[in-house]
Structure formats: structure tokens, C-alpha cells
């Protein structure tokens, strides 16, 4: 018996493919900025809100990303009260 070709029903799309075209739009956006007199430099403020490897290890590479769009990257990290819901008074 032959088999029936089974249609595609989805469509594989990845980050990369998705970032590219962000980064396009960042890239052309901070050229505009600039090419108009536009003295601001863009900053991307990141919280750490735990000790957790893959969070540390995606700011790594959102800095590395920033430094290669000259954009300032700040990180910080939340006290361990607060990043569990905690008031910080309490």
C-alpha cells in the first residue's frame, strides 16, 4: 500500500530569523537617530531576579548584542526578597 504525502501544517521559524529582523529595525532606528542630530545613546536595563545559569547566560548575550549595536547595556540584579514577592520593608 502506498503511503499518502502528508501536508505541511506548520512552518519552523527561528530565533535567529526572528532577532535578524529586530535587529535590522533597532539598527536602521538608532541610524535615523542619529543622522538627524540625535545625541541620546539607547541603554537596555536588565534585572537578574535569581541565580539562575541560562538567565545569566541570555544577558550575556543581550550585552554582547548591545556592545555590537552600541547600545549601553546596564544589568542589576534584585535582592532575593524582592524577587520572591516580598515587600521590601517587611
Known amino acids: 500500500m502506498a503511503e499518502a504525502e502528508v501536508p505541511k501544517t506548520c512552518k519552523v521559524i527561528t530565533a535567529e530569523t526572528i532577532a535578524k529582523g529586530l535587529l ?3 539598527s536602521q ?3 535615523l537617530a542619529r543622522s538627524n542630530g540625535g545625541s541620546a545613546s ?5 534585572f537578574l531576579a535569581n541565580d539562575d545559569p541560562a ?3 541570555y544577558a550575556e548575550w543581550s550585552r554582547k548584542t548591545c556592545q ?3 547600545v549601553s547595556p ?3 540584579s ?3 526578597l ?8 517587611e
Open 68 to 70: 555590537e549595536k552600541s
Open 78 to 80: 534584585c535582592h532575593p
Open 24 to 26: 535590522q529595525e533597532v
Open 55 to 57: 538567565a545569566a547566560k
Open 42 to 46: 539607547p541603554c537596555l536595563a536588565a
Open 29 to 31: 532606528t538608532l541610524q
Open 82 to 89: 524582592l524577587a520572591k514577592g516580598h515587600d521590601a520593608l
Open 74 to 76: 546596564s544589568q542589576a
